[in-house]
């Protein structure tokens, strides 16, 4: 399934309330999946949290829509990635949702990003950049 841009900026732009978290609600450096919906209740998304198995800094955050097409991903401490046209973009980067591509192509972070400084500051960005209105998380563990 594909989206057409207009589509995706429609989706992106709209308000997302959490209404359903597995994996628990502690921000600890585990998988977890937060089911959100619409406003209006007509779109659901989900915003998923993937840590490293690896590396604890390494850490992707992502809001998809209607199930699979995911329309913002955010990779912290990755490799760098390769855009379609060549172009290398180094981590952290954003992927927006592009059509004809999906999420294969990466962007530098946008300005609202420069003051975040771990792992809690990017999620509380993305969930503002994403339109999610509250981070569904508790404070992370000191040290984290």
Known sequence: MELTQKEARTLLAMIKVPHEIEGGLDFDHTKKLVKLKSLDGREEFHFNVIPSRY??????????????????????????HRNPDDEEIPCPHIH????????????TLPKDFDDCTNLWDFLEEFCKFCNISQNPFNQPVIGF
């Open 55 to 80: 590396e604890i800094k390494k850490i992707t955050y992502q809001t998809r829509a209607r199930k699979s097409i995911i329309l913002v991903r955010l990779d912290i401490k990755g490799p760098p």
């Open 96 to 107: 927006i949702y592009k059509e004809g591509y999906g999420d294969k192509w990466a962007y």
